[in-house]
């Protein structure tokens, strides 16, 4: 595990040229991520499924003079592939290489003893937190080629390295996404410029972390904001090199 420079100060046109998709673009880190991206150059492609919020964040890119972002409504408790290949054909017809991808969504599912866990309740959560992972990187990837370099980076948790007790099937989930980085990142490292990471974020005030903590003060944990050179270290050309790593942003 590598934990980047807490100075890193990427240059103002660090994503200038790129296009680099954001899932779960709509609420906290992901609509920060998205921001930020922009920020720095990057077209955008904000993917949710709820378009108010994707909307609602395209405004905001636009009015801080960043290039235009597209909106791709897309809900990724979708298991069938059909809408993941439409996906890739629109991004390679529409802008060309596809530079960086950051899933970023996640959903909480139940806090329950497995003995009490739905089971599709189970099965929600990973074709959300995983097996969506799974299905936009085996679409994806031919268009990340086309790139110069691209960088496909995955959203893990403390709880995909150690599991604990009522985390069930969220637990399960990003455990999984530790092993597919670290699979893609073997089967990719060597054959392709595409490099797969995954980053923890660790407690940050999200709405997802305050329904897991409801007792916990938000003040306790920093903004998104305040995770985003990680975000944008791992996601732009200065972390060519660095793959099949589990990064804390903390």
Sequence with gaps: MIITPSNYQPEPDLLKHRNILVTGAGDGIGREAARSFASYGATVILLGRTLSKLESVYDEIVSAGSPEPIIHGFDLKESREEPYIELANAIATELGPLHGVLHN????GQ????????????NEVLQVNLSSGFLLAKHLIDVMRDAEDASLVFTSSGVGRQGRAYWGAYSVSKFGVEA?????ADELGDTSNIRVNCINPGGTRTAMR????????PA????PEALMPTYLYLIGPDSCGIN???????
């Design 105 to 108: 969504a996640s959903i909480l």
């Design 244 to 250: 099949g790593q589990s990064v804390d942003a903390q």
């Design 180 to 184: 597919l980085t670290q699979i893609l």
């Design 220 to 223: 306790s944990n920093p903004l």
């Design 210 to 217: 305050q329904a897991a903590y409801p007792a916990e003060h």
């Design 111 to 122: 806090r329950t003893p497995i003995e009490n866990t739905v089971a599709s309740a189970w």
